[in-house]
């Protein structure tokens, strides 16, 4: 029984990861999307149900394998993502890792779009996603005891991250900075600064395994601190 607990420290919870990009139609064969790996996503989910979580994944389109012992729901676009995460509160925690399209085609065109002689090139129209950070932070009486996102930034990372973080009302952000010759953004390692309401933590560089696993210990123990 001491093993069980020293080993699942969050057992009895729930969490809630989303991971990946998302893809929006731009017709039936074109998309937008980004060059998110899912790497760092399902590497959270996999690190809290090894401690214990019942923990669901949402995620959009990765070559990543599901992680064990994580039930995992493929979405694809933003308001799918969306409305698969309100559908699992509540939940513990919840950890925003996906690279969400900030925006959609406003409308997706029903076939292809062809290309013919003498016809100008098309504009894609964009219409702004729902925010799913924004979104859980403010779900009133549903909203999970931690809710935690990502910045992804190239320049002032901190400063950014912090204004990020009051104006999604989230409680910590990760900062990463993924300016190209970083290798963050589909890489394996990761440079993260922990932002929350008492200040910034600089981690060291790591693999995207390893700030799973300080992330999840670190969500253990506010858990059991706030419990
Ligand atoms: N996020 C989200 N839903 C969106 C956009 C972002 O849940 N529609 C989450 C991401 O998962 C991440 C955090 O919000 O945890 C910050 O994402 P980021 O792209 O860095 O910030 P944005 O608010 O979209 O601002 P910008 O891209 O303009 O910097
Ligand atoms: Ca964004």
């Not at 929350?196 to 390893?210: H, I, L, Y």
């Amino acid at each position: 029984e001491r093993y069980f607990a020293v080993s699942a420290p969050l057992a009895g919870l729930r969490a809630l990861v989303t991971s990946g990009p998302t893809h929006e139609p731009i017709d039936p064969v074109r998309y937008i999307a980004n060059r998110s790996s899912g790497r760092q996503g399902h590497a959270i989910a996999a690190a809290l149900a090894r401690r214990g979580a019942t923990t669901l994944l949402v995620s959009g389109p990765t070559a990543e394998p599901d992680p064990a012992g994580v039930e995992v729901r493929h979405i694809e676009t933003a308001a799918e993502m969306w409305a698969a995460c309100r559908a699992a509160l509540p939940v513990d925690v919840a950890v925003c890792a996906a690279a969400v399209a900030d925006w959609r085609p406003a409308t997706a065109a029903g076939e292809k779009i062809k290309k013919a002689k003498g016809k100008a090139a098309p504009s894609i129209a964009l219409a702004e996603n729902p925010d799913i950070l924004a979104g859980l932070s403010a779900a009133g009486n549903e909203r999970p005891r931690l809710v935690i996102g990502f910045a992804a930034e190239t320049e002032n990372l901190v400063e950014n991250a912090t204004a990020k973080r009051r104006s999604k009302g989230c409680d910590w952000i990760l900062a990463n900075d993924v300016s190209p010759d970083t290798g963050t953004f589909g890489g394996s390692d990761n440079t993260v600064h922990l932002v929350s309401a008492s200040g910034v933590e600089d981690w060291p560089r790591m693999s995207k395994q390893q700030v799973a696993e300080q992330l999840a210990d670190r969500i253990a123990a506010e858990l059991k601190r706030a419990s």
